[in-house]
């Protein structure tokens, strides 16, 4: 198996259609319940994040054939390339990345990291036996001597081998955030929208929402000792927020607030006016 892994590492697939990927065996739990039958688990965005990727392998079958074989979960997202969809899990012990970006040519991009239990061809033939397909399904890859990497496609780096993907600057992050926070959460709720951010801002080592509790605080004139998701509230709800469950109207009302919220706090850090044309307040000296 492992020569004709390595062999596939030079492969171009002359074909125009996508090779067939088989649905999950019988008995295939979704890959987010681990345990069972299905070799893969699935890990989420929040706890993959701190994983540096690297480019592994091109393959010629469809990204939601994949999530289907392994029964992934399939997270949008975005990278300095653009728009992406994406699916971390682990097979083997092995962690993997599938994903594919706008714009790109038909297939799966997969990527990995350096660590693991297995070796390059080992872990292509682990991942190429979960999937249930052959080693023609590799147009090319990054394992083994001699792989041509002319062919990369845009969203791999230069170097092909040991880079990380591109990071969007937090501004950028913020502009596709506010104007479509259902790509990244599916329902939007308050809960949903505020844990995002909480783990996006985790993972940026406090990027993003450095100062936003103090800044809030500022604003009501208390609430110092308190979090950042309850100051939003108590200026979202001056006469305090509604009893639960919330209606969708007030949900929506909440998100709508700390995004506005939001937008004022990274418009003060530029020194520019607050929604309502005032200058920003300085925050009083304790």
Same mark, same amino acid.
């Given at each position: 198996?492992?020569?004709?892994?390595?062999?596939?590492?030079?492969?171009?697939?002359?074909?125009?259609?996508?090779?067939?990927? !088989?649905?999950? @065996?019988?008995?295939?739990?979704?890959?987010?319940?681990?345990?069972? %039958?299905?070799? $893969?688990?699935?890990?989420?965005?929040?706890? *993959?994040?701190?994983?540096?990727?690297? *480019?592994?392998?091109?393959?010629?079958?469809?990204?939601?054939?994949?999530?289907?074989?392994?029964?992934?979960?399939? #997270?949008?997202?975005?990278?300095?390339?653009?728009?992406? /969809? $994406?699916?971390?899990?682990?097979?083997?012990?092995?962690?993997?990345?599938?994903?594919?970006?706008?714009?790109?040519?038909?297939?799966?991009?997969?990527?990995?990291?350096?660590?693991?239990?297995?070796?390059?061809?080992?872990?292509?033939? =682990?991942?190429?036996?979960?999937?249930?397909?052959?080693? #023609?399904?590799?147009?090319? =890859?990054?394992?083994?001597?001699?792989?041509?990497?002319?062919?990369?496609? !845009? +969203?791999?780096?230069?170097?092909?081998?040991?880079?990380?993907?591109?990071?969007?600057?937090?501004?950028?992050?913020?502009?596709?955030?506010?104007?479509?926070?259902?790509?990244?959460?599916?329902?939007?709720?308050?809960?949903?929208?505020?844990?995002?951010?909480?783990?996006?801002?985790?993972?940026?080592?406090?990027? %993003?929402?450095?100062?936003?509790? @103090?800044?809030?605080?500022?604003?009501?004139?208390?609430?110092?000792?308190?979090?950042?998701?309850?100051?939003?509230?108590?200026? +979202?709800?001056?006469?305090?927020?509604?009893?639960?469950?919330? =209606?969708?109207?007030?949900?929506?009302?909440?998100?709508?607030?700390?995004? /506005?919220?939001?937008?004022?706090?990274?418009? =003060?850090?530029?020194?520019?006016?607050? +929604?309502?044309?005032?200058?920003?307040?300085?925050?009083?000296?304790?």
């Amino acid at each position: 198996m492992a020569a004709g892994i390595e062999a596939a590492c030079w492969l171009t697939v002359s074909v125009t259609e996508l090779m067939y990927v !088989p649905d999950a @065996e019988d008995g295939w739990e979704p890959a987010t319940e681990p345990g069972g %039958l299905n070799p $893969a688990w699935q890990a989420s965005m929040f706890q *993959s994040v701190g994983w540096p990727l690297y *480019s592994f392998a091109y393959l010629w079958v469809d990204l939601d054939a994949v999530a289907r074989r392994l029964r992934l979960t399939l #997270e949008s997202s975005w990278d300095g390339h653009g728009r992406l /969809r $994406a699916a971390f899990f682990v097979l083997e012990g092995t962690d993997f990345v599938a994903t594919d970006h706008e714009g790109d040519a038909p297939g799966t991009y997969i990527w990995t990291r350096k660590g693991g239990p297995l070796a390059g061809t080992d872990r292509a033939a =682990s991942l190429l036996a979960a999937l249930g397909v052959g080693p #023609e399904a590799v147009r090319f =890859s990054t394992w083994g001597g001699g792989t041509d990497l002319s062919d990369i496609p !845009p +969203a791999w780096s230069r170097a092909g081998r040991a880079m990380r993907k591109a990071v969007q600057s937090r501004q950028d992050f913020w502009d596709d955030f506010k104007t479509h926070p259902g790509t990244f959460v599916g329902r939007v709720t308050f809960e949903s929208v505020a844990g995002f951010l909480n783990g996006y801002n985790a993972a940026t080592e406090g990027e %993003l929402l450095n100062g936003f509790r @103090e800044w809030l605080a500022d604003r009501l004139d208390f609430g110092s000792n308190l979090v950042w998701t309850r100051l939003v509230l108590n200026l +979202a709800f001056p006469e305090g927020p509604p009893e639960e469950p919330w =209606s969708a109207e007030d949900d929506q009302h909440a998100v709508d607030q700390l995004i /506005r919220l939001l937008d004022e706090y990274f418009v =003060s850090l530029a020194g520019g006016p607050t +929604a309502d044309g005032n200058p920003q307040r300085t925050r009083k000296s304790s």
